[in-house]
């Protein structure tokens, strides 16, 4: 299994805007405290609409952004356009990485590492990762292990504005085994109490022990400096991990 294709759909690509628009402040300042003792460059990797990468932009710092969603990625287009900024953006595959520059800081934020599920392909993108650090620079991954005890089932709603909600419904199931978490997505798109469309997508992720997490790292050519309880993801705690280049 290659990293998965995330061809989000309109619904959702309108759905995470709507209830993930841009990274709350402490969150763009714990990445911020990271480009400052390390300035340079800036990659942000699954860069998704811009949710972090645009504030970091507005803090100051140069900040790419790559990710193998178009969809997703015309909407970060769409929004700096707005903004006025002009941000390098990406349309890769991080197991295909070939970027023209090298970065003092690296980050993949809210979990999103966890959608290559493959250990063999999560390993191709830390080596690529690897490959465009600058010899000092910090890659920062936030990961999470799924709340196993939680509801399988949820509902959640964005309201888009006074006539338009988007329903989303979510079921999970868990592969213990392969650590694996299967996330079946149905979106409703509901106009003046009337459903008008639908869309669904599966979502799957996978967790990391910690064992696993670092020998993962060391294979790459990383080392774990540090892992901080810090959780910026809305659907639970996480962490993230700290990593620099061995020596």
């Known amino acids: ?81 707005e903004l006025n900024l002009n941000p390098e953006i990406y349309n890769q595959s991080l ?38 650090m600058e010899p000092n620079g910090n890659l920062l991954i936030d990961v999470f292990v799924p709340d196993f005890s939680a509801d399988p089932r949820s509902e959640r709603f964005a309201r888009i504005d006074n006539h338009t909600v988007i329903k989303l419904t979510t079921r999970y199931v868990y592969d213990f085994e392969n650590k694996l978490a ?27 022990p910690d064992e696993e997490l670092e020998e993962l790292f060391d294979q790459a050519g990383f080392k774990i400096i540090k892992i901080y309880d810090e959780t910026f993801r809305a659907s639970g705690p996480s962490r993230v991990v700290q990593a620099v280049l061995k020596n």
């Open 1 to 81: 299994m290659s990293e998965k294709p995330l061809s989000y759909g309109k619904l959702c690509s309108i759905f995470y805007d709507a209830t993930k628009a841009y990274a709350p402040e402490a969150e763009v300042n714990f990445y911020a405290k990271f480009i400052e003792s390390k300035p340079g460059r800036v990659l942000e990797a699954m860069s998704g609409s811009g949710r972090l990468q645009i504030p970091l932009i507005k803090k100051g710092y140069v900040v790419d952004g790559v990710d193998n969603s178009e969809i997703m990625l015309a909407s970060c287009r769409a929004r700096c356009k």
């Open 95 to 132: 197991e295909d990485l070939k970027l023209p520059h090298k970065y003092s800081t690296i980050t993949i934020a809210v979990g999103s590492f966890q959608l290559i599920c493959d250990r063999s392909s999560a390993l191709k993108v830390l080596k690529n990762l690897h490959a465009h």
């Open 182 to 208: 299967d996330g079946f997505c149905n979106y409703e798109l509901i106009v003046d109490g009337q459903i008008i469309e639908r869309e669904s997508e599966l979502i799957t992720v996978t967790w990391y």
